[in-house]
């Protein structure tokens, strides 16, 4: 018996200090205990709620090592292209898991490289397309699985951490959600829980930090749960980096800077005064807004956006508008040339005046019908693109035609480029096509009509109501495509102190500067207390709305639940609930577990900007690390053989438990050890069970001796008296 405890006490399952102790064995045994405590975990992780082990850090080789392993299981799921969704069985989903936490990102790299090779291969473009569709499925269950496992952890290390295989530069290291907007997939974007970590990111639930060589992490802002009772307890100049509230300093600064725009281009002066000198400021902290997106965010992202198209224009425009103001103002002397350099610089100015109003249309993609129309607004201009430049080689074509039938004394290129626009705007001119060329102007001007307002003008309605339909078919995930594009286009920059333009000006001027001159830590207090006095104003305005939204969601007056007379219900399950309760709900889980622990005292203790890092605690595979999916399936049937047998063995411990003789519980527990080495699971996987099996026993003994010692103090006579 004593044998047995110490067999017990020295179980992985009651204390991990074994793996202490287990040091001073050799090589052999300290392998072997790893795979019995691994296999243990795999065997009862179902079993013990909120049970965590950190997976190892990711690793290039591993991204590079499982992008081979997701291409194989793909194309052999996906043999056709009438291949249903339901080919994503929860056995796929479990195998996916096994990959680690890398497997979603190797997913959306998969998409990636079926929808560039469907670009090049037309024949096999549906296959792909379909293979791609897919893949996206099981993406979004996988990540759904995930969530189950740890909530945090996946939204912080599985979507949002950058990852980059073997042979690739750090600096194109991307996340999950960032190649779905790259590959516009939709169906993995509009996910649920996709969307939670977007809007997580949007409110600044999930903050990006940078850390050194310029690396980026996701981690839980931890103010919520600090104890705040006044206004200036919620100030926090870190709630600037949220997205949500750049994006609100944007629109503020926007409109100011239009109205200055307004009242300067329609009060027109011979010197600039102080508002177009300050209009000038702010176009040039929105210049320098835009070389830091492409720098820290990389051309081809800048470029996706229609609106960073709208600003090179514009601020271009500006920038000429500003020479010639300055030229006139400040250089020329003859009042003529002055007078005409006005002329051209407030022409420049008015003409700007489309594309800034046009632009606002920007402000308001936060709703989801104007969002919706914006992209349809983005389709159309792609879909007319391609429409003009198809019409310019047809215009090409007749303009040289009509040039080359004009005789050589009369030939007017100004005359035929004319003729040909105005035909295809809807006023022909045929008297001029004949002036041009008696014989055959007529019938070639007839067939650039035919060809341009009856073809092409047809086929460009067709294109566009192609457009709007596709988009209105799937409005609710198109929106959501251009919502996660907005939100990942601030966290492209991920600057730990934001100023906004005009403000930017500051930063480049005055703060940067002694950054080779002060400590990381001083030049941090330097930058808090010039946004401190820069942008107190909005700072106390988020402070404010936290403080009441943070008063809603925890709100225990039940009164104040019941508005106009009937009592509001908020919501009835986990999947209708909102981004911010759901992290309320679990902050509040959290506390009351852990009130007197060293987190909880950190985070009630937090200082500005107190954020929590996640660990990812995912599934871990038992298997071979270059396990298939066959082989997974051949080794899951011998596990599940494994668990039924596990099960007998533990319903004949536990009878034999209830047994007062130590020989027959030793006879049973011999017994179920038996059964347990008998399944084919492999060596590792019974040692596990037998190591289980005993924990359990010597638990059920200790509880009998406690017994017996409690009814003798009771003086009742027990089975052995």
């Not at 909530?151 to 912080?156: A, S």
């Not at 909880?600 to 203790?605: E, F, R, Y």
Request: proline share 2%; glycine share 4%; charged share 25%.
């Amino acid at each position: 018996m004593a044998d047995n405890e110490q067999d017990h006490e020295h179980t992985p399952l009651l204390q991990d200090q074994d793996n202490n102790d287990n040091e001073q064995h050799n090589h052999h045994d300290q392998t072997s205990h790893r795979n019995v405590v691994e296999n243990i975990r795999n065997l009862i992780e179902n079993e013990i709620p909120n049970g965590h082990h950190l997976n190892s850090s990711s690793t290039p080789k591993r991204v590079h090592a499982l992008l081979p392993r997701l291409f194989t299981l793909i194309n052999s799921l996906v043999d056709c292209s009438n291949v249903e969704d339901e080919v994503v069985t929860d056995e796929v989903v479990e195998y996916l898991c096994s990959l680690g936490q890398e497997v979603v990102y190797g997913l959306l790299r998969c998409i990636e490289s079926m929808v560039a090779e469907g670009q090049r291969d037309v024949g096999r473009k549906r296959l792909l397309d379909r293979r791609a569709e897919i893949t996206q499925v099981a993406a979004a269950a996988v990540t759904k699985a995930f969530v189950d496992k740890d909530r945090m952890g996946t939204y912080c290390h599985v979507l949002s951490r950058p990852y980059y295989a073997v042979g690739e530069e750090r600096n194109t290291a991307e996340n999950a959600i960032e190649i779905a907007i790259r590959v516009h997939a939709t169906d993995f974007i509009a996910d649920i829980e996709v969307q939670r970590c977007v809007q997580a990111l949007w409110t600044g639930l999930i903050l990006q930090v940078e850390e050194d060589e310029s690396r980026i992490r996701f981690v839980e802002y931890g103010g919520l749960r600090r104890s705040r009772r006044g206004l200036l307890d919620w100030f926090d100049i870190g709630r600037l980096n949220v997205p949500k509230y750049q994006n609100n300093m944007k629109i503020a600064l926007f409109i100011f800077f239009l109205a200055m725009y307004t009242f300067v281009v329609n009060n027109q002066s011979p010197n600039p005064n102080i508002i177009e000198w300050l209009m000038y400021v702010f176009v040039c902290g929105y210049i320098f807004e835009e070389f830091r997106l492409i720098f820290e965010g990389g051309t081809a992202f800048f470029l996706g956006s229609i609106w960073h198209w709208v600003n090179i224009i514009s601020y271009s425009m500006f920038m000429v508008s500003f020479s010639f103001r300055f030229t006139a103002s400040y250089i020329l002397t003859d009042k003529s040339k002055i007078v005409q350099y006005n002329d051209i610089a407030y022409d420049l100015q008015a003409l700007l005046a489309v594309f800034l109003w046009v632009k606002t249309l920007s402000l308001l993609d936060g709703n989801q019908y104007f969002g919706t129309m914006v992209m349809v607004l983005q389709k159309m201009l792609k879909d007319g693109i391609m429409f003009f430049w198809l019409l310019a080689w047809v215009f090409i074509g007749f303009l040289q035609s009509f040039f080359a039938l004009q005789k050589a004394e009369t030939k007017d290129f100004n005359a035929a480029f004319s003729l040909l626009v105005r035909g295809f705007l809807q006023d022909p001119d045929w008297e001029l096509a004949e002036v041009l060329d008696n014989k055959y102007g007529f019938w070639v001007f007839a067939l650039y009509l035919f060809l341009t307002s009856i073809i092409l003008l047809n086929l460009l309605i067709a294109l566009f109501n192609s457009s709007y339909t596709n988009i209105t078919d799937s409005s609710e995930k198109e929106y959501l495509a251009l919502f996660t594009f907005k939100v990942f286009s601030y966290l492209k920059s991920p600057d730990q102190f934001p100023y906004a333009a005009p403000f930017n000006l500051i930063e480049v001027f005055f703060v940067i500067p002694f950054t080779p001159i002060l400590s990381k830590e001083n030049y941090k207090s330097l930058n808090r207390v010039v946004m401190g006095i820069l942008f107190w104003i909005p700072v106390l305005t988020i402070a404010y709305g936290e403080q009441k939204r943070y008063e809603e969601l925890t709100g225990t007056n039940d009164d104040d639940d019941i508005q106009g007379g009937r009592r509001r219900y908020r919501h009835l399950t986990l999947d209708d609930i909102s981004v911010e309760d759901l992290f309320m709900i679990e902050d509040v889980d959290e506390n009351a577990a852990a009130v007197s622990g060293e987190t909880a005292i950190q985070i009630a203790n937090g200082e500005e900007g107190a954020v929590v890092d996640a660990s990812f605690t995912g599934w871990k595979s038992n298997g071979p690390v270059n396990e298939t999916f066959a082989d997974f399936q051949r080794r899951r049937v011998k596990e599940n053989e494994a668990r039924a047998k596990a099960a007998a063995a533990a319903a004949r411990a536990e009878e034999a438990s209830s047994s007062s003789d130590e020989d027959e519980r030793a006879d049973a527990a011999a017994a179920a050890a038996a059964v347990a080495s008998s399944t084919s699971a492999g060596p590792a996987m019974s040692e596990a069970l037998v190591q289980t099996l005993l924990a359990s026993i010597a638990r059920m003994e200790e509880r009998q001796k406690e017994m017996e010692t409690l009814l003798k103090q009771l003086n009742v006579p027990t089975a052995e008296d």
